[in-house]
Antibody
Framework: QITLKESGPTLVKPTQTLTLTCTFS??????????VGWIRQPPGKALEWLAL???????RYSPSLKSRLTITKDTSKNQVVLTMTNMDPVDTATYYC??????????????WGQGTLVTVSS | QSVLTQPPSVSGAPGQRVTISCTGS?????????VHWYQQLPGTAPKLLIY???NRPSGVPDRFSGSKSGTSASLAITGLQAEDEADYYC?????????FGTGTKVTVL
């Protein structure tokens, strides 16, 4: 079965860079049509899509955060890494990674990790 | 600021039918991109509920159904149950970005 798990720091200071790792099993990120995405959710607020990497290494970023985000994959390790620079307290949120599948008119997130809460505070 | 608008809350008594709307525009839902729905129970990760406008993944009760028309989509829950109390989000695609709706809290009275 497909599982994903996020890991990384629970507390970062303002201006620091956040690095989160998504370690997954049950699928290969070299399989056509597959991707891994990152989504965050500030406490009590809605979901916000951040970034996505496809099997062919195509990468997509949220336009509002594009300058701060980098997503990479290590197919051999079954990992996807997200970095976010210049962290601010408003970036405090639970960060989720998710398996992506679908088709040209509709990719969606069918398996989700448990999420990791990242707090930005000095 | 999400480009997909949902009502903040809907409520219903057990056994009733409730619907949640997801209003987009000509650059997302109206452009032909499909809509997907997620259920988030309190304190848990979101779970895929409907994909491709109206398809249920294995294990999702048929009390949940989805539809799409024009620039909007809807999620209906029939025979509302206490365990359906959760937040619900729609999701689509817009201008090379994935977008989620503003979210709707469903309360079972």
């Amino acid at each position: 079965q497909i599982t994903l798990k996020e890991s990384g720091p629970t507390l970062v200071k303002p201006t620091q860079t956040l690095t989160l790792t998504c370690t997954f099993s049950g699928f290969s990120l070299s399989t056509s049509g597959v991707g891994v995405g990152w989504i965050r959710q500030p406490p009590g607020k809605a979901l916000e899509w951040l970034a996505l990497i496809y099997w062919d290494d195509d990468k997509r970023y949220s336009p509002s955060l594009k300058s701060r985000l980098t997503i990479t994959k290590d197919t051999s390790k079954n990992q996807v890494v997200l970095t976010m620079t210049n962290m601010d307290p408003v970036d405090t949120a639970t960060y989720y990674c998710a398996h992506v599948t679908g088709y040209s008119r509709g990719y969606y997130f069918d398996y989700w990790g448990q999420g990791t809460l990242v707090t930005v505070s000095s | 600021q999400s480009v997909l608008t949902q009502p903040p809350s809907v409520s219903g008594a057990p056994g009733q039918r409730v619907t949640i709307s997801c209003t987009g525009s000509s650059s997302n839902i109206g452009a032909g991109y499909d809509v997907h729905w997620y259920q988030q129970l309190p304190g848990t990760a979101p779970k895929l509920l409907i994909y491709g406008n109206s398809n249920r993944p294995s294990g999702v009760p048929d009390r949940f159904s989805g539809s799409k028309s024009g620039t909007s989509a809807s999620l209906a829950i029939t025979g509302l149950q206490a365990e359906d109390e959760a937040d619900y989000y729609c999701q689509s695609y817009d201008s090379s970005s994935y977008v989620f709706g503003t979210g709707t809290k469903v309360t079972v009275l």
